[in-house]
């Protein structure tokens, strides 16, 4: 197994800090050892930082000072973002939440967030399956907006897919059912839910853990799934949600095929709000465009050095974003396995496809939602239209595994004309059987809540493990487990309303 390690050279790197002490601005803050509340030092405004502080906050009376998260970026979200073409505004990063994502459901009702559902019309839009070269399957189109008319239509697709994938599709779906079943088990309240010191013993304890050691393709071939399935729609699903084939982990690919659930939801306004007002009801300094490039601990504290010559020190560090494409310095060294990060290119045009390029007639003959299957013959994973402005006017979003230059997209296009590229570090390569990174890389204070996202990566997997690693942190610094318990519920008696309202 390879490691990626970080190291100094001690001697030299304690006085050249010394004297970096004596030129830079310095933040102190209490150690832990020292008997009072210590600082929580964060490192990335994501949704794993911020429900870091948010759980700190609910789970502590006194034990917790000031929390600072540091943000390389000028804007809170991380990986949840949101882009503008021609002054529309859609989701670029993380965009779907499973009906079943309840801490994701809590934040909505907890701040005062509104619940978005993808309108009937874009949820029944047409679905085609592309392989290069024509559409292997296709389902109905209906341009109506008599309801019943779409119902009508919507039944026949149902009929339709069930004769190409028969009862297979009812067996994938037992398969993605049984892993929701176990992942329910992280919202148990704390009486019968550990505290885990590691992202294995949190997963077995789940009976996740031996979907991590086998690929989706040997997990949903001994499901008894056809052939056919796994090679067309399980393939579509994975490349559209993990950019990824059928040799990913089977978990990552159960958490996956679950994003093809109905009744997934977002927040109004884009997802990024969840961070954004998490952070603002966690009574949390916020240092934007605050890169840390060093993390050295000394004399039972931890400085934070960041790229502006500014020095933070705290008695607990939480390194709440992926270090694999990171350049932290950590002295002394940690070690983590080695990763790498799937990286997603988006490209979201305004304009019309070209139907000559899929073989068809018309634009009206193009599918609302192109799949694709695992095959060099095409260039990209998938083509959605995220919005129809008229006829012949469309913002679309396309992923691909590689940047898409102009040449090719003048292909795929008769019409541009607006075009935003983004390059995404989305989320682990995922690979069998999957090897973690610890929860904490030193033996102190220092935690990584980014080591569970070897098993999935999703905006409520990172919520899920900022989770425990508050606990974490409040049961190493007083050696008990927080009292109070988190349910379903954990906001009032009506915040599980939400999930009913869906």
């Known amino acids: 197994m390879k490691i990626r390690k970080y190291s100094g050279i001690?001697?030299?790197?304690?006085?050249?800090?010394s004297l970096i002490l004596i030129s830079t601005t310095t933040v102190t803050a209490t150690a832990v050892d020292s008997g009072s509340s210590p600082t929580v030092c964060i490192v990335g405004a994501g949704i794993g930082g911020s429900s870091v502080a948010h759980f700190l906050r609910r789970y502590s009376t006194s034990e917790i000072g000031t929390i600072r998260i540091l943000e390389r970026n000028d804007v809170v979200g991380g990986r949840m973002?949101?882009?503008?073409?021609?002054g529309q505004t859609f989701e670029a990063g993380a965009s779907i939440l499973h009906p079943k994502n309840y801490h994701a459901l809590n934040y909505t009702k907890y701040l005062n967030l509104s619940?978005?559902?993808p309108p009937r019309s874009e949820s029944d839009s047409c679905f085609g399956?592309?392989?290069?070269?024509?559409f292997v399957f296709k389902t109905l189109s209906s341009s109506s907006n008599f309801p019943i008319f779409q119902r009508?239509?919507?039944?026949a697709n149902s009929v339709l897919i069930f004769f190409r994938y028969g009862f297979s599709l009812f067996r994938m779906n037992s398969f993605v059912d049984s892993t929701v079943s176990n992942f329910l088990k992280y919202y148990e309240g704390f009486e019968s839910r550990p505290v885990f010191e590691t992202a294995e013993e949190m997963l077995k304890?789940?009976?996740?853990?031996?979907?991590?050691?086998?690929?989706?393709?040997?997990e949903l071939t001994d499901a008894n799934l056809s052939p056919r399935l796994i090679e067309e729609l399980a393939t579509v699903i994975t490349r559209i949600n993990y950019g990824q084939s059928m040799s990913i982990s089977g978990l990552a690919g159960a958490v996956s095929l679950a994003g093809s659930s109905p009744d997934l939801w977002s927040v109004e306004g884009g997802n990024r709000r969840m961070a954004v007002e998490l952070i603002n009801h966690s009574d949390v300094k916020l240092h934007l465009?605050?890169?840390?490039?060093?993390?050295?601990?000394?004399?039972?504290?931890?400085q934070l050095n960041t790229t502006k010559g500014k020095s933070y020190q705290c008695g607990i560090t939480v390194v709440a974003t992926p270090l694999d494409e990171l350049k932290i310095q950590?002295?002394?060294?940690?070690?983590?396995?080695?990763?790498?990060?799937q990286h997603t290119y988006t490209t979201f045009i305004r304009g019309v496809l070209n139907p000559a390029y899929f073989g068809l007639g018309s634009v009206s003959e193009i599918p609302q939602l192109i799949g694709t299957v695992e095959t060099p013959d095409v260039p990209f994973s998938s083509i959605s239209v995220l919005k129809q402005h008229k006829e012949n006017d469309m913002s679309y979003k396309v992923f691909s595994r590689k940047p898409l230059d102009d040449e090719l997209l003048d292909r795929i296009f008769s019409v541009r004309n607006e075009t935003v590229k983004i390059d995404w570090a989305a989320y682990p390569h995922y690979h069998a059987p999957e090897v973690f990174a610890p929860f904490i890389l030193d033996g102190q204070h220092l935690y990584y809540v980014n080591a569970f996202e070897n098993a999935a990566s999703t905006m409520e997997t990172s919520a899920v493990a900022a989770e425990n690693i508050a606990r974490l942190i409040l049961s190493r610094l007083t050696g008990e487990i927080p009292s109070s318990s988190v349910e379903l519920k954990s906001f009032g008696d009506d915040a599980y309303d939400v999930h009913s309202d869906l």
């Open 289 to 302: 465009n605050e890169e840390v490039k060093s993390v050295s601990f000394i004399e039972q504290k931890y």
């Open 81 to 86: 973002a949101t882009v503008t073409i021609s």
């Open 10 to 17: 001690m001697k030299n790197l304690h006085l050249l800090l």
């Open 115 to 117: 619940v978005r559902q």
């Open 129 to 134: 399956i592309w392989n290069g070269r024509n």
């Open 330 to 341: 950590f002295i002394p060294g940690i070690s983590i396995p080695e990763r790498k990060l």
């Open 152 to 155: 009508v239509v919507s039944f």
């Open 205 to 218: 304890w789940s009976g996740l853990y031996n979907l991590t050691t086998r690929t989706l393709q040997e």
